[in-house]
């Protein structure tokens, strides 16, 4: 069984920072593109990050670029989402993501990824 397990979530206030973690078991993700996404209250769930197998390439979305960070330990099975200068507008349940296709190209389209984790809750206050 392909387990996603995330952690780091909590509460911060405006422009805190949290390091998100993802611990991947029962598959070794070194040839996949690995991901992360967020859904808010009432929204629908968006691609925050994404990650190229070899590390080499990392996408972002608008919203969180130049303030998050992606990056992965493939000898730990660990990707990892460094966010910082929160905003309210980043409150949200963050799930890691993994593409099983191997070595297929990294987008932040939800569509190729299959195995979702549970997720961990971001809270940023003003």
């Known amino acids: 069984q392909v387990d996603l397990v995330e952690s780091g979530g909590g509460s911060v206030e405006e422009g805190g920072s949290l390091r998100l973690s993802c611990k991947a078991s029962?598959?070794?993700?070194?040839?996949?593109?690995m991901g992360w996404f967020r859904q808010a209250p009432g929204k629908e769930r968006e691609p925050v990050a994404a990650i190229d197998p070899d590390g080499g390439s990392a996408y972002y979305a608008d919203s969180v670029k130049g303030r998050f960070t992606i990056s992965e330990d493939k000898g730990q099975n660990m990707v990892y989402l460094q966010m910082n200068s929160l905003k309210p507008e980043d409150t949200a349940m963050y799930y890691c993501?993994?593409?099983?296709?191997?070595?297929?190209?990294?987008?932040?389209?939800?569509?190729?990824?299959?195995?979702w984790g549970q997720g961990t809750q971001v809270t940023v206050s003003s």
């Open positions: 993501a993994a593409d099983r296709r191997n070595w297929a190209g990294c987008t932040l389209r939800e569509v190729n990824f299959s195995v």
């Open positions: 029962g598959y070794t993700f070194r040839s996949n593109c």
